[in-house]
């Protein structure tokens, strides 16, 4: 059936680690793939360029479980769930990345890019899980593009009675040769919340942040563009959004990484979580029959010094 979504020599459907399925993509602007499981992109390389995107080689790839790497997409909470009832055992981070997601449409650009739209089938009401009822009256659509630059939106409807709050992000694992060497920029100036210390509110002084040890921060009430300087390999992502007031930066670190056992033992080196969101004071509260569209682009320029 997913073969019916496919594009001849440019978009094909096999199956993937675990039994899943991967959309696999190969143009002539990049190549990429994604899994219907979380609707999660697992990589993008732009013609010209190294992959920009990191992957765990030792992934979970199973029903329940979520990918580690490439773009996780976090919903209806991040993190710990705080918003509404914590009844239940919510998993981390949501249950939009641990999920199959439907096709819905693929299609290629005028420029080269190709698009997939998927939809997260409604989640069941069950007394093993009530901290999914909350959330029953939300419909999500993934839009993924994959071309010179990703895009990819989370449009969200509200199809109950009553208002509904979610938090939500594209939790990007961005590959970079050396984590000591690596510099986010675009954050100057910007309040957010010291995760490895308690939680403490704090103001962003520095032009750029550097990864010296664990670094784990939502960044809040902020919208502009946000750039990875990777030093080493002499290039530069960049992110743009779209009604995302959130960035959360994330590098484990040494230790905290050697806790998680789906991680390459060296991987933490290798990537930098810098994630388009809506998380605490920024969740999105969706009136009843509103829709809510949450976007990201990225791009990759190389330079020499
Ligand atoms: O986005 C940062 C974060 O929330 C960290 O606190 C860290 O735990 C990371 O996500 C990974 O979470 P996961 O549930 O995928 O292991």
Same mark, same amino acid.
């Given at each position: 059936m997913h073969n019916d979504f496919g594009i001849k020599d440019k978009l094909v459907f096999a199956t993937g680690h675990g039994g899943l399925t991967m959309g696999t993509i190969n143009t002539d602007v990049c190549?990429?793939?994604?899994?219907?499981?979380?609707?999660? $992109?697992?990589?993008?390389?732009? %013609?010209?360029?190294?992959?920009?995107?990191?992957?765990?080689? =030792?992934?979970?790839?199973? &029903?329940? !479980?979520?990918?580690?790497?490439?773009?996780?997409?976090i919903w209806p909470w991040f993190g710990a769930k705080t918003i509404g009832d914590p009844k239940g055992?919510? &998993?981390?981070?949501?249950? *939009? =990345?641990?999920? &199959?997601?439907?096709?819905?449409?693929? +299609?290629?650009? /005028?420029?080269?890019? $190709?698009?997939?739209t998927l939809t997260l089938p409604p989640q069941q009401e069950?007394?093993? !899980?009530?901290?999914?009822?909350?959330?029953?009256?939300?419909?999500?659509?993934?839009?993924?593009?994959?071309?010179?630059?990703? =895009?990819? %939106?989370?449009?969200?409807?509200?199809?109950?009675?009553?208002?509904?709050?979610?938090e939500q992000a594209f939790h990007s694992y961005f590959a970079v040769s050396d984590i000591s060497k690596t510099q986010?920029?675009?954050l100057k100036g910007i309040d957010y919340l010291d995760k490895v210390d308690s939680f403490k509110q704090k103001t962003q002084k520095d032009d750029v942040i550097t990864f010296n040890?664990?670094? /784990? =921060?939502?960044?809040? /009430?902020?919208?502009g563009a946000v750039t990875i300087d990777d030093k080493a390999s002499q290039r530069k992502i960049i992110i743009n959004r779209d009604h995302s007031n959130s960035v959360i930066v994330w590098n484990p670190g040494l230790e905290t990484a050697a806790k998680l056992s789906d991680l390459d033992a060296d991987g933490w080196q290798h990537f930098v979580c810098v994630e388009a969101g809506n998380v *605490? !004071?920024? *969740?999105?509260?969706?009136?009843?029959?509103?829709?809510?569209?949450? +976007?990201?682009?990225?791009?990759v320029i190389k330079y020499a010094i």
């Open positions: 190549t990429a793939s994604f899994y219907l499981h979380g609707a999660h $992109v697992t990589n993008w390389q732009p %013609a010209g360029h190294e992959p920009v995107l990191y992957l765990s080689t =030792r992934s979970n790839y199973a &029903p329940g !479980k979520a990918i580690r790497g490439g773009i996780p997409i055992s919510p &998993p981390a981070h949501g249950f *939009a =990345r641990n999920r &199959p997601w439907d096709i819905i449409a693929t +299609s290629i650009s /005028d420029g080269g890019a $190709v698009r997939v069950s007394s093993d !899980k009530p901290c999914l009822d909350e959330f029953h009256d939300l419909r999500a659509v993934c839009e993924m593009e994959f071309g010179e630059t990703i =895009r990819m %939106a989370l449009q969200v409807t509200n199809t109950g009675a009553e208002a509904i709050t979610y986010v920029q675009g040890s664990e670094v /784990d =921060r939502p960044y809040l /009430d902020c919208s *605490a !004071k920024n *969740a999105v509260t969706l009136p009843p029959g509103n829709t809510h569209t949450m +976007s990201m682009a990225v791009s």
